[in-house]
């Protein structure tokens, strides 16, 4: 008879081991560009860190590196960031308060002939990173934090948060930000007409206005 050996459960990808002992800016950013946690890094062009001043007030969570990033190394630089950017001016919302980051930091796609499409991450590789996301947190201590998209809020707020219902609304969270979700950008970039991508600009600059206020009465 053929003796039964004990199945030994995989552990789960993370990124947990690739963190440095001491965190500052610097030693997060070099030892995440090295990071195999899961394994987004073996099509990815590169690791896409945070960048802004570090005590930032406020941060932007994103969800993952979208094709210009991937290419530059740095976050919102495409198509949604610069969106995001103008909306931030109509907001009146200093960049120089915003440390801006992503739930997932390497780029997720699918080739396409010669283009490379998003892909949503997993909610196993969202997990997977979230060690850099919550060293990111705790380095910069913001106020307010603010997810950009469903997959940021649930990384931040939980799978159950539903962004259709509470978009817009501070929640207290035990890092001791406030929490925000609003629409991601790229969904704007992706509303079905200019009417209805006019109207969702309005609403994001909306919600940034609310954050740069309340940045204004603290
Ligand atoms: N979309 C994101 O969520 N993050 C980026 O950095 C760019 C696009």
Redesign the pocket.
Known sequence: MRAVGRVRARPKPSAARYLPARQSYASLRAAAADCHGCDLYKHATQT?FGEGKVRAPVMFV?????DV?DLTGH??V?P??RLLRKAMEAAGLDARDVY?T?AVKHFKFVERGKRRIHQKPKRIEIQACRPWLEAEIDLVKPHIVLA??AVAAGALLGPSFRLSHHRGEFVRSNTGARIMATM???AILRAPDSAARRKATARLVNDLRTIARSLRQK
């Open positions: 896409v994103g969800e993952v590196p979208g990033e976050v919102f495409g949604a960031g801006m992503n950009l998209g991601h950008p790229s």
